[in-house]
């Protein structure tokens, strides 16, 4: 899939799943409760050496089935070592143009972590697909969308930190693209996954029916 498609999925889904995980047969099952529970995007960080091996070996299991990205990609060096790996998208903590022209290069959707406003708006003149607001998601809450939003409706945003079920549907009508989500779906068995899938799936699903 080309960047247009896998933006397009992430965006129809509007959740994506956060994972770090000592094994790959771990990542799996995490995986398997996501697609089970209506959630096929997740995002592995590279916080941790294995990511590369978990992302394969995701893709290798569930194939089209989901859409595996690959997390805290910093440097081009690391963009070009999970593309190799098979991650069809690149989120960061902090924007860089070198990832962003490596991104380009393999037309790879790419969403940069932004603080401001000004790196927000750097970011789409250099091709990001998605603007992540981080870290500030995590203290502003639900109206950091429509700060962002608000002079730029444009804007694709992608928020990850601090989103529950209680406050989802505020994220979702204010605009937000995609969730990040990490306890939520990476916590339990694949069954319990699958039902915290479900109620996010049902959340975002209603709340876009009425907008």
Do not use: W
């Not at 990832?99 to 380009?104: F, L, R, S």
């Not at 401001?116 to 950091?144: N, R």
């Not at 962002?148 to 079920?165: Q, R, V, W, Y």
């Amino acid at each position: 899939m080309q960047k247009a498609e896998v933006t397009q999925r992430i965006a129809d889904c509007g959740a994506m799943a956060v994972v770090r995980v000592p094994t790959v047969e771990r990542g799996i099952e995490i995986a398997r409760g996501c697609i089970d529970g209506g959630v096929d995007v997740l995002e592995i960080s590279y916080t941790l050496p294995n990511a590369g091996d978990v992302i394969s070996g995701i893709k290798a299991e569930f194939g089209d089935d989901v859409v595996i990205g690959a997390g805290t990609v910093m440097d081009a060096t690391t963009a070009r070592l999970a593309i190799m790996a098979g991650a069809q998208f690149m989120v960061a903590n902090c924007l860089s143009e070198e990832v962003a022209t490596t991104c380009n290069r393999y037309q790879t959707p790419y969403a940069p972590g932004c603080t401001t406003i000004t790196e927000a708006v750097h970011g789409m003149e250099i091709g990001a697909a998605f603007i992540k607001c981080f870290p500030i998601s995590d203290f502003y809450g639900p109206k950091l969308v429509s700060v962002f939003k608000t002079p730029t409706p444009f804007m694709p945003i992608l928020a990850s930190g601090g989103i529950n079920l209680e406050n989802l549907a505020d994220y979702v009508s204010r605009g937000v693209d995609c969730c990040g989500f990490g306890g939520l779906l990476t916590k339990g068995s694949s069954a319990d996954i699958a039902k915290n899938a479900a109620a996010i799936r049902k959340v975002i699903d209603e709340t876009r029916a009425g907008m």
